[in-house]
C-alpha cells in the first residue's frame, strides 16, 4: 500500500482547483476566472487500487498587499515542505514572468520530488507545446514534466499514474470515504462567494468576503438545508453595487447560490444573505479567523489552543 501528500502550487489563476475537482472526483474548491480565487488550503482524498493521495490546493503565489493575502502566501508556502510531491502549475498558454521566477526561486528550496504540471494544453497547439516542455526540461529541476488540461482531464491519469510511483508506501491517513476537511459551512460560504465572484467585476470580487452567520441543518426528511449569511465589502459604494438596483443583484447571486448548495447537498436550501460594510476587513484579525486564513499549522489546519 502507498500512501501520501501531494501539494499543488502555483501562480493566481493556473487552474490548480480545477485540478484538484477532477483529482478527487468532486467539487470541493469554488473555482472562478478571477485571481486569488482560493483563500485557504484546501485538502481533498482519493483512493486508487492500492494507495491514497492526500491532496493538497494552496492559494496562489503572489505579491501580498493585504494581511489576508500575507496569511494566503504563508498558508501556501508552508505546505511545501510538509508533503511527499510538489505540483508546480504553470499557465502554458502564458508567457512567463517575473511571478514565476519568484515561484521558482521559492521551490528550489525544496526537497520533495517536484512535478512540472503545464497546464491548460487545451488552449494550445501542439507545436507550440513541445518548445515550452524543452525549455523547462533544460532547468533539470523537475522529477517529471506533465502537460495536462485540467478543465478536460487531458494527461490527469498519468499525472495520477506518475504520482503514485513516487509516494512512500504507508498505510492510509484517512478512511475510505473521507473526501475533505472542510465543513459545511466553509462550503457553504464558498459556493455563495463564487457567485459573487462570477457576477461581479472589478475590484469587487477581491474585495469581499462571505462570513456565515448560522447553518442549520436538515433535522427531519421534509426538511431545508437553512443558511444565514454576511458578504463583507470595504465600501458602501459596494454594498450597492451587490445590492443592486431594487436588490436585483443581491437577488441574482442568491438564486445561483442556493442551486449550487442543493446540487451539493442534495437538499432543498433556504438562504439569507445581507451585505455589511467593513472597511478594514482584510487586515481583521479576528475576520480572517473566521474565514480560516490565519491561525493554522504547517499543512494550513488550524491550530487548537
Known sequence: ??????????????????????????KIAIVSD???????????????????????????????????????????????????????MVDASERPGRGEQFLMGLV?????????????????????????????ARMERFAEIVPLSAATGENVDRLVDAIIARLPEGEPAYPVDYLTDQSERSLGAEMVREQVLRLTRAELPFSTAVVVDRFEAPTGPRDVLRLYCTILVERASQKGILVGRGGAMIKEIGTAARQELERFFETKVFLDLRVRVASDWREDDRVLRDLGVSDRDRLGRRKTP
Not at 2 to 22: D, E, F, M, Q, Y
Not at 70 to 85: F, L
Not at 114 to 126: A, S, T, V, Y
Open 1 to 26: 500500500m502507498k500512501a501520501g501528500t501531494v501539494a499543488l502550487i502555483g501562480r493566481p489563476n493556473a487552474g490548480k482547483s480545477t485540478l484538484l475537482n477532477r483529482l478527487v472526483g468532486s
Open 108 to 136: 528550489d528550496k525544496m526537497t520533495a520530488p517536484m512535478f512540472l504540471l503545464l497546464n491548460k494544453i487545451d488552449l494550445l497547439r501542439k507545436p507550440r507545446l513541445l518548445p515550452i516542455i524543452e525549455r523547462y
Open 34 to 88: 478571477k485571481p486569488q480565487t482560493t483563500r485557504t488550503r484546501i485538502l481533498g482524498v482519493q483512493n486508487y487500487p492500492g494507495a491514497q493521495i492526500v491532496y493538497i490546493d494552496t492559494p496562489g503565489i503572489h505579491r501580498p498587499l493585504h494581511r489576508m493575502n500575507v496569511g494566503m502566501v504563508d498558508a501556501a508556502v508552508e505546505v511545501m515542505s510538509a508533503v511527499d510531491v510538489l505540483g508546480v
